[in-house]
């Protein structure tokens, strides 16, 4: 069993940055792939970023890459999402999920954190 919480988002303007943090509780955090996913509002849940569970290697969405870096760190059973040069279009409910797979597939990840807020005006 895992527990994910999420933490970093507010409200920022186009072009800021925002750290978003995801906390697991759980001895066996680096067994687990690990990624971010975001609900828009009126939307459905779209895939982010991954990481596997070495932390060796990430994807991203097009939508977000070379603007955004995800990173983990198992000592501290901790994964950060560093976004850059938001835009209004990444506004939207972020959640951080679990999984045993290493996807981009929402339905492989088991766990999932309660999501936090990220609002970008413009």
């Known amino acids: 069993q895992v527990q994910l919480v999420e933490s970093g988002g507010g409200l920022v303007q186009a072009g800021s940055s925002l750290r978003l943090s995801c906390a697991a509780s759980?001895?066996?955090?680096?067994?687990?792939?690990m990624g971010w996913f975001r609900q828009p509002p009126g939307k459905e849940r779209e895939f982010v970023a991954a990481?596997?569970?070495?932390?060796?290697?990430?994807y991203y969405a097009n939508s977000v890459k070379g603007r955004f870096t995800l990173s983990r760190d198992n000592a501290e059973n901790t994964m950060n999402l560093q976004m850059n040069s938001l835009k209004p279009e990444d506004t939207a409910v972020y959640y951080c999920?679990?999984?045993?797979?290493?996807?981009?597939?929402?339905?492989?990840?088991?766990?999932w954190g309660q999501g936090t807020q990220v609002t970008v005006s413009s």
């Open positions: 999920a679990a999984g045993n797979k290493y996807t981009t597939s929402a339905a492989t990840y088991k766990y």
């Open positions: 759980g001895r066996t955090f680096s067994s687990y792939a």
């Open positions: 990481i596997n569970g070495v932390g060796s290697n990430t």
